[in-house]
């Protein structure tokens, strides 16, 4: 946990000061040799190598499958990939539903009168009739 002890008062005061720190940074860097903005090209490069290797995902050295789940750290991407499933999933479920030989469209196509498939005693003198 960390604590917030800064002094919000003085947030003129310490603009200004990163305003002049900044400054004196830009200056400086306008004065460095071609020798040094190598070195220190270098070592970015350096840096940004270690930190792709520390990060994991690579599986081959050629880094051949380590952009196969990149899309995953796309929080919105996989949100809307989420989203449409749900859609799909809830299409598929309510068709599935709608399916259902108790729908009123299964009595009315039938060839029975609606009163045959409430009657209890109608389906087993129905099936002594019929020989398979």
Do not use: C
């Not at 799909?88 to 479920?93: A, G, M, N, T």
Request: charged share 20%; net charge negative.
């Amino acid at each position: 946990m960390t604590v917030d002890n800064t002094n919000h008062e003085n947030d003129a005061e310490l603009e200004e000061q990163a305003k002049h720190w900044a400054g004196l940074l830009d200056s400086h860097a306008q004065r460095l040799s071609m020798r040094t903005l190598k070195k220190l090209e270098d070592s970015r490069t350096q840096a940004v190598n270690v930190h792709q290797k520390h990060r994991g995902g690579n599986l081959n050295a050629d880094g051949t499958l380590s952009h196969w789940a990149a899309w995953l750290s796309h929080y919105r991407t996989v949100f809307a990939g989420l989203v449409l499933l749900a859609i799909i999933i809830s299409f598929l479920v309510l068709q599935n539903m709608n399916s259902h030989e108790t729908s009123d469209a299964f009595l009315l196509a039938a060839d029975l009168p609606p009163e045959a498939f409430v009657d209890r005693g109608f389906e087993p003198s129905l099936n002594k009739h019929v020989s398979i």
